[in-house]
């Protein structure tokens, strides 16, 4: 569904991404594993257009979207939940949801609106609360549903357990293996590898920009070493 070949990201005569290759496969959930600096939060700004490719390919069902701009690939079928969230806070649950949904005008996007509103009942509880007032699990639930709201079929998540205590850590979680199993592929970068390790069918280390371990979920809990010496956990 994703596959990103030989991508290479500069900003100025920094060198954020060196030659990096990725493959998701349809439904797959893939974690980008990597320390702070390590380039991961800048690979899913380049698949989502919000950095731009020095070289390399990037690919959606076969489709090049390599330079596309940020809504032609949401148009093509990518989301993508920011790290930090991203939500519009003077804006109501609703309100964030439907702006979810703004590059499928004319399209009826209700039963759309009633899945996501099911699938997270402590934003179901709020529909009417301005985004400020939500706790920031009820938040990262929000990014997630807004993004869902596009209908993609590759989901971006960056840094979703960022600033949440461990237990809601685990719910949001639990809702994107919900969104994997519902048939859409998952991309998440996430500092955290032992909470990767869980959910993750297959896992990239990034250090400096570079791809420097891949494997199954199963080959990273046998190699616990290796990961602790790349990511220091």
């Known amino acids: ?28 959930l893939v974690a980008i594993l990597g320390a702070n ?14 950095a731009r490719a020095a ?7 076969g489709e090049a979207i390599t330079g596309l701009g940020p809504e032609q690939i949401v148009r093509r079928g990518v989301a993508h939940v920011p790290e930090g969230r991203g939500i519009f806070p003077d804006l ?23 899945r996501v509103m099911a699938m997270f009942p402590p934003i179901e509880r709020r529909e009417r609360s301005f985004g400020y007032t939500l706790s920031g699990g009820e938040q990262q639930m929000l990014a997630i549903g807004r993004a869902l709201m596009a209908a993609p079929r590759v989901l971006l998540a960056d840094e979703l357990s960022l600033g949440l205590a461990p237990v809601i850590i685990k719910q ?22 032992r909470l990767a390790m869980k959910f993750a069918d297959y896992l990239y280390v990034l250090k400096y920009g570079q791809v420097v371990m891949e494997g199954a979920r199963d080959e990273f809990e046998r190699s ?3 990961v602790d010496a790349y990511l220091g956990v």
């Open 55 to 61: 070289s390399g390919t990037i690919a959606v069902a």
């Open 172 to 193: 949001v979680f639990a809702k994107l293996d919900e969104v994997r199993k519902a048939g859409i592929t998952v991309l998440v970068v996430e500092q955290n590898a």
């Open 92 to 114: 109501t649950v609703k309100e964030n949801l439907m702006m979810g949904a703004y590059v499928r005008r004319g399209q009826n996007v209700s039963a759309d609106y009633s």
């Open 37 to 50: 600096g390590a380039g991961k939060s800048t690979l899913l700004r380049a698949i989502s257009g919000i």
């Open 224 to 226: 616990t070493a290796l």
């Open 1 to 28: 569904m994703l596959e990103v070949t030989g991508l290479n990201v500069r900003y100025g005569s920094v060198e954020a991404l060196r030659d990096v290759s990725i493959k998701v496969a349809t439904g797959g």
